[in-house]
C-alpha cells in the first residue's frame, strides 16, 4: 500500500475512540438488559463489532499491526421477532454440488430418456446443463441428494431454514423470486452442513489418537507381560497335571493285576 492511501495516525486514534465508545455502550445496554433476546443488547453488540473491525483494519494498514480480538462473522442468526404462534412457514434448502464426473451425469441422463422413450433428435443429455435438467426434473432434491454419487455429483454446503409466517403466501406470489424475503429474525431454526465443520471434527479426532496412542504404547508391555505369565503358568500346570496323570496309571494297572 502507498503512503498516500494509508490512513493517518488521526484516523487510527478516532478509530479506537469509537471502539471505546461502543464497549462503553455494549456494557450499558447489557445492564439495563429486558430479557435473553434484548434488541438493545444485539445493536450495541453490532455497534461495537464494527467498530473494532474498522479500528483492526485501519491499525494494520496504518501500524501493520493487528489486534487480539476475533470479529464475529455474520453467520449468526439475529433475535427472533416472527409471531409467537406462527400459522404458516417456509422451508428455504440450498444444496451445492460439483459435477465431479460428467460422463456419469449424462450416462445416467440417457438412462432417464430412454425409459422415457425420448427420441434421438432431443439428445439433451450430450450436455452436461441438459442432463442436469433432466435429472432434476425426474428425481426429487431429496433422491438426488441420498444418491449424488450415482449422478457423477459430488456434495458441498447445504443449509435449510424454517422461517415463521403469519400467514401463507398467495399461489405463485412468489416464485419469480423464492429467497428474496427470507428475513432472518423469523427464522425458527436453522441447520448447516460444510465440509469445513467435517475438518474441525477430523482434527479433533487425530489429536484424541495422538493421545491415545502414546497411553497404548505405555499399556503394551505390560499386556505383553501378563500374557507372557498367564501362557507360562497354563502350560506349567497342563504339563503338571499330565506328570500326575502318567504316574498314577501304572500304580492303577499293577493294582488291577
Known amino acids: 500500500m502507498s503512503d498516500a492511501a ?6 487510527v486514534r478516532a478509530a479506537a475512540e469509537a471502539v471505546k465508545t461502543a464497549l462503553d455502550r455494549h456494557l450499558a445496554a447489557v445492564e439495563r438488559r429486558s430479557g435473553e433476546e434484548d434488541p438493545a443488547v ?3 453488540f453490532n455497534e461495537l463489532a464494527a467498530a473494532a473491525e474498522a479500528y483492526d483494519e485501519l491499525l494494520y494498514d496504518r501500524y501493520d499491526e493487528v ?3 476475533e470479529i ?3 453467520d449468526t442468526l439475529p433475535p427472533y421477532t416472527g409471531p409467537e404462534e406462527p400459522s404458516a412457514l417456509s422451508v428455504l434448502i440450498r444444496r451445492d454440488y460439483a459435477v465431479a464426473e460428467p460422463q456419469r451425469l ?6 432417464v430418456e430412454a425409459a422415457d422413450g425420448e ?3 432431443v439428445e439433451a443429455s450430450n450436455t452436461v446443463h441438459g442432463a442436469l435438467g433432466l435429472l432434476f426434473g425426474e428425481f426429487e432434491p431429496d433422491e438426488i441428494a ?25 399461489p405463485g406470489e412468489w416464485l419469480e423470486a423464492p429467497f428474496e424475503e427470507a428475513d432472518p429474525e423469523r427464522v425458527v431454526c436453522r441447520f448447516d ?6 475438518e474441525e471434527l477430523d482434527d479433533d479426532i487425530d489429536d484424541e489418537d495422538d493421545d491415545g496412542d502414546e497411553d497404548d504404547d505405555g499399556d503394551l508391555p505390560e499386556l505383553d507381560e501378563d500374557l507372557d505369565t498367564n501362557l507360562d503358568t497354563d502350560t506349567d500346570t497342563d504339563e503338571d497335571e499330565d506328570d500326575e496323570d502318567s504316574a498314577g496309571e501304572p500304580a492303577r494297572l499293577e493294582a488291577d493285576r
Not at 494509508?6 to 484516523?11: F, G, S, Y
Request: aromatic share 10%; charged share 25%.
Open 6 to 11: 494509508q490512513p493517518t495516525a488521526a484516523e
Open 119 to 121: 427420441g434421438p433428435g
Open 193 to 198: 452442513v460444510s465440509a469445513v465443520f467435517d
Open 72 to 74: 464475529p462473522g455474520e
Open 146 to 170: 441420498s444418491r449424488h454419487k450415482e449422478f457423477g455429483l459430488e456434495e458441498g454446503d447445504s443449509t435449510l431454514w424454517v422461517t415463521a409466517a403469519d400467514e401463507s403466501a398467495d
Open 106 to 111: 449424462m450416462a445416467q441422463a440417457r438412462r
Open 42 to 44: 444485539y445493536d450495541a
Open 67 to 69: 489486534t487480539p480480538f
